[in-house]
């Protein structure tokens, strides 16, 4: 066994020295140095898809959109329709390329008229910003807040009755504000789990203050502090795609089947072209999700996949899912195979290992 | 974290336990940790030819899958018929129950280039 020694960590959240508390083991993502289990990812898993589970999200990106004429402008710059968002609405969006390829994909809520939140991608705050800031027009403003904000995922079935006592709770995809320990929160019914969850963001030099209230409170639900590790696993058996694996800017949202946050009847939005051309001459291929059909070594990013002799498609995600307890994966594969029930095969290092397609979800929480 | 006296160590977290010419190898206890939750393990085949410091074994946790490398040189004579139904031996019992696989040694002087117990123990910080 040798080191990771890649991804040299940059940037620390505020909620850093609370980790190092909790023993942690850190890892660098997106140029944030971040704990990726405290004890184990297999029981920061169950603990999200049986009781409740705490995520450090400080480190993705919070951008205000405002000014009168916010609503118009950004509905330019994104894919979803954000006039059908009401006051605490939010929607899943992209930002797209001139190309129709994905730069982000982001949460909107709507906190007003013509003021918008946008939740982001760590790794992309700085591209997403200057990507807005380049293309401004009049009667707007932009600015990045991910500095001035912590932010915390609480998920799984316990989370809603832990979060009750601080006052009415959003329902699912909207945002309110909240008090907790006397901060204020904006407490979002949100997630990336598949889990009933809500995601807070206030701020970060409140970080601890909040983080350790909600571990003390929630201990009677058996909450635990949770890793990115978890957050992988836990998305990826819901088949949430992550932007820089599952999304690339040379990847349509067309192609990794997110036309439903896609509104190609608004008359104008960066990528819609490219997107109308190949809604016309059809996807060369589409982002799938694999589940191995027996015992196998996980899946991973970047394994090929065949059928007979044919390479079809790569893997851009795989694990193996605690929830299920074999390897599933998500990868790009070329149409004709791309359908639920399709026999493929894995490569792993020169071996092969029988798959199928499956409809996504791969994991359904229970009801 | 455990570091038992009577092994031998190689700097990439590998333990051999020799008993006249045949090697017992798996993965150090500070190794199971840093990967944690190990759900699968790729073995070589009996009567494989091993060389030392050479990728002989896959390790995979749920996050990364880990190349093993083995100590010293020799044939693959038995591997650990556990770890297939229950990779997470790894995990528990990392010195004993799960092991890794056996070797006849074709240089038993490799031993003594390893690492001792408390040279290991210096390296990894406890």
Redesign the interface.
């Given at each position: 066994m040798v080191s990771d020694s890649t991804n040299l960590p940059v940037k620390q959240t505020p909620l850093y020295a609370e980790h190092l508390k909790l023993g942690a083991k850190m890892i660098g993502f997106g140029g944030w140095n971040m704990p990726v289990f405290y004890s184990s990812i297999l029981e920061e898993h169950q603990a999200v898809r049986q009781r409740v589970g705490i995520f450090d999200i400080s480190h993705m990106g919070q951008i205000r959109v405002s000014g009168p004429s916010a609503e118009q402008w950004l509905n330019t710059m994104l894919t979803n329709n954000l006039k059908r968002l009401e006051m605490r609405d939010g929607q899943y969006t992209l930002l797209l390329n001139e190309q129709g390829g994905v730069i982000d994909d982001l949460i909107v809520y709507c906190r007003g008229s013509n003021d918008y939140f946008l939740v982001v991608n760590a790794a992309k705050i700085e591209e997403d910003f200057a990507w807005m800031q380049s293309r401004l027009k009049g009667g707007v403003a932009v600015s990045d807040l991910s500095d001035h904000f912590a932010g915390l995922a609480v998920q799984g079935p316990g989370s809603a009755e832990l979060l009750e006592r601080f006052g009415e709770l959003p329902k699912r995809n909207q945002i309110r504000e909240t008090r907790i320990q006397g901060i204020p929160v904006l407490l979002a019914r949100t997630g990336y789990t598949g889990e009933d969850g809500f995601e807070l963001f206030y701020p970060a030099a409140a970080a601890g203050v909040v983080w350790n209230h909600l571990l003390e409170v929630g201990t009677p639900l058996g909450v635990k502090p949770c890793g990115l590790g978890a957050r992988d696993t836990l998305r990826m058996e819901v088949c949430y795609p992550l932007n820089g694996a599952d999304l690339s800017p040379t990847r349509t949202p067309l192609e990794a089947g997110l036309g439903f946050f896609v509104d190609l009847e608004k008359p104008e939005f960066v990528g819609r072209d490219p997107l109308l051309v190949q809604k016309e001459t059809g996807l060369r291929q589409r982002l799938v999700a694999l589940k191995s059909d027996g015992k196998s070594p996980p899946p991973r990013a970047h394994y090929s996949v065949f059928v007979g002799d044919a390479r079809v498609g790569e893997l851009t995600s795989g694990t193996q899912s605690p929830s299920l307890g074999i390897g599933i994966g998500l990868g790009y594969v070329d149409v004709p195979f791309s359908k639920p029930g399709q026999k493929v095969e894995i490569d792993v290092r020169g071996r092969r290992f029988a798959a199928t397609v499956e409809k996504k979800p791969l994991y359904k929480k229970r009801c | 974290m455990l570091v038992p006296d009577d092994l031998r160590y190689a700097e990439?977290?590998?333990w051999i336990r020799s008993e006249g010419s045949i090697g017992t190898v798996g993965?150090t206890d500070h190794?199971q940790a840093?990967?944690?939750?190990i759900?699968?393990v790729?073995l070589p085949q009996v009567g494989a030819i091993l060389e030392s410091r050479k990728a002989a074994a896959?390790?995979?946790?749920?996050?990364?899958?880990?190349?093993?490398?083995s100590p010293v040189s020799g044939e693959v004579v038995e591997t650990n018929p556990e770890l297939?139904s229950n990779p997470a031996l790894v995990n528990t019992d990392p010195y004993n129950a799960g092991w890794l696989f056996k070797l006849k040694l074709s240089h038993p002087e490799e031993i003594s280039s390893l690492k001792s117990a408390a040279e290991y123990r210096t390296q990894i910080g406890t």
């Open positions: - | 990439t977290h590998e993965i190794a840093e990967l944690t939750d759900v699968y790729e896959v390790v995979e946790s749920v996050k990364a899958a880990s190349d093993i490398y297939e």
